[in-house]
């Protein structure tokens, strides 16, 4: 298996792009904490496009939160209608033609074959958006079992594991009498794709185009 850095890789501005309050933390949140930490000058741009009231405070709390390494971070919850994303067209595509401004160097989002109609419409509008960029698509367990089969991973220190699962509950109270959301979901996901990774845990993605240059 291949190994690259994605601290060594250098990325100068990250955009993390979540339709939910708590889609970025579960999917990336990980990867997050873990490079801010390795290269705390990096610029992350955080998206939550759907969330009001309590919810819109446990974003933007929970954000803060998992960029507390970042030097610099641009936290951005929109408000759009949940689960009316594909009916609200023209207001998404907005959203997401300002985000051109950020000139991502990677940016992390939904990936294509998610069951959610706002995940599919987040992935597609991400990549109609950022043609030339590398794209990492990550992956949010739901009842809908729509897990995929990644083929990029970045293995994790249990450290971050543990910081990862204990942000999400300290910052999703609202959440926490659903079914799905606790550690016992999560933290095994985050192993079997560490399996996978020849490693004890990670985080996993879809990337759909990677140009490498022969120098």
Not at 6 to 11: D, F, V
Not at 38 to 59: I, Y
Not at 184 to 197: K, N, Q, S, V
Request: aromatic residues 8%.
């Amino acid at each position: 298996m291949l190994e690259l850095s994605l601290s060594e890789l250098g990325p100068e501005r990250v955009l993390a792009i979540g339709c939910h309050a708590d889609d970025i933390e579960i999917g990336c949140g990980g990867s997050l904490l873990a490079l801010t930490r390795a290269r705390p000058e990096v610029h992350v741009t955080w998206v939550v496009l759907t969330a009001s009231g309590t919810r819109a405070d446990e974003a933007r709390s929970s954000a803060a939160a998992f960029l507390d390494s970042a030097a610099r971070a641009d936290i951005r919850v929109l408000g759009l209608r949940e689960s009316f994303l594909p009916y609200q067209g023209g207001e998404v595509k907005e959203a997401f033609e300002e985000l051109k401004s950020v000139e991502p160097d990677v940016i992390f989002t939904h990936t294509r074959h998610d069951l959610h109609q706002d995940h599919r419409l987040a992935c597609e509008l991400t990549w109609n958006t950022f043609r030339d960029h590398l794209v990492l698509e990550y992956e949010v367990p739901k009842y809908d079992g729509d897990l995929g089969t990644p083929n990029v991973f970045v293995p994790l220190d249990e450290s971050v594991v543990d910081d990862k699962l204990r942000l999400i509950g300290e910052h999703f109270e609202s959440q926490s009498g659903k079914h799905w959301f606790d550690d016992e979901l999560f933290r095994p996901l985050l192993r079997i794709r560490g399996m996978e990774a020849a490693s004890r845990y990670a985080e996993a993605f879809t990337c759909r185009k990677l140009r490498l240059a022969a120098r």
